[in-house]
Antibody, heavy 121, light 111 residues
Framework: EVQLVESGGGLVQPGRSLRLSCAASGFSFDAYAMHWVRQAPGKGLEWVSGISRNSGNIGYADSVKGRFTISRDNAKNSLYLQMNSLRAEDTALYYC??????????????WGHGTVVTVSS | QSVLTQPPSVSAAPGQKVTISCSGSSSNIGNNYVSWYQQLPRTAPKLLIYDNNKRPSGIPDRFSGSKSGTSATLGITGLQTGDEADYYCGTWDSSLSAGVVFGGGTKLTVL
């Protein structure tokens, strides 16, 4: 079964850090680009970051650039998001998603269930 | 304020057809492929359309996508109550801050 399972979310104080993980199974993880997409409570989708299959191409939304770092370990079929200097506006459900292609596109064909990040004092 | 503009809501009766528009600019829709996602209540988004008009395996042909200039449209025929959901368009934006952008979402109500 094709599956993405996120973990690492939780309650964190403003200014602190958190690392999200996404475990992939059921497909050739190293053949596809991967992304993080978030959804604030009651709001729409916001792309956070993406990474190509070999990590050669990486992109970030302006809202997280300089604070978040995406990475992947193809040997472990895992995707990560290191989130530093967290702000209240980073509070959201964070989804891990698989791209339809090896390079970053906008066709995300597999999604995890998400992990909740709450930034509050 | 989303980069892509969608109507907040649309509605139609079961069995009818509905279209959802997505308006952008030359830096996004005008020069890039468009995708469409369905998000049922309390679930993760699901890819309905990619590369403007392609359907992933398992998506019924009641769902269709098209693009013209800087706008895209999702069409749904034979509406079912199970189609009630939020629908999002997405595309790549090639401006200085390159990345994926989404519309604000459209709530479909099947009356």
């Amino acid at each position: 079964e094709v599956q993405l399972v996120e973990s690492g979310g939780g309650l964190v104080q403003p200014g602190r850090s958190l690392r999200l993980s996404c475990a992939a199974s059921g497909f050739s993880f190293d053949a596809y680009a991967m992304h993080w997409v978030r959804q604030a409570p009651g709001k729409g989708l916001e792309w956070v970051s993406g990474i190509s299959r070999n990590s050669g191409n990486i992109g970030y939304a302006d809202s997280v650039k300089g604070r978040f770092t995406i990475s992947r370990d193809n040997a472990k079929n895992s995707l990560y998001l290191q989130m530093n200097s967290l702000r209240a506006e980073d509070t959201a459900l964070y989804y891990c998603s698989k791209d339809s292609y090896s390079y970053m596109s906008n066709g995300f064909d597999i999604w995890g269930h998400g992990t909740v990040v709450t930034v509050s004092s | 304020q989303s980069v892509l503009t969608q109507p907040p809501s649309v509605s139609a009766a079961p069995g009818q057809k509905v279209t959802i528009s997505c308006s952008g600019s030359s830096s996004n829709i005008g020069n890039n492929y468009v995708s469409w996602y369905q998000q049922l209540p309390r679930t993760a988004p699901k890819l309905l359309i990619y590369d403007n008009n392609k359907r992933p395996s398992g998506i019924p042909d009641r769902f269709s996508g098209s693009k013209s200039g800087t706008s895209a449209t999702l069409g749904i025929t034979g509406l079912q109550t199970g189609d009630e959901a939020d629908y999002y368009c997405g595309t790549w934006d090639s401006s200085l801050s390159a990345g994926v952008v989404f519309g604000g979402g459209t709530k479909l109500t099947v009356l």
